[in-house]
């Protein structure tokens, strides 16, 4: 299927390790499919997915 990434290649991608990937998968914090066994991402949702997370610039943590 084109545009699906395994969880390696999703890993490669996002820059995160696997074990990162599966704990937010399994808590449902970062889109993605599960066939069966096999989990897989879908490329444009992890880009949007990243997007979404970015932090703009200039804006300070306020404590």
């Known amino acids: 299927m084109e545009g699906l990434l395994t969880v390696e290649e999703a890993a ?3 820059r995160l390790s696997t074990k990162t990937l599966y704990t937010y998968a399994s808590q449902k ?3 993605h499919i599960k066939l ?10 992890l880009k949007k997915w990243i997007i979404g997370n970015a932090v703009p ?3 300070a943590e306020k404590k």
């Open 36 to 45: 069966g066994s096999r989990l897989l991402f879908d490329q444009i949702q």
């Open 12 to 14: 490669d991608f996002t």
């Open 57 to 59: 610039a200039g804006e």
């Open 29 to 31: 914090r970062i889109p």
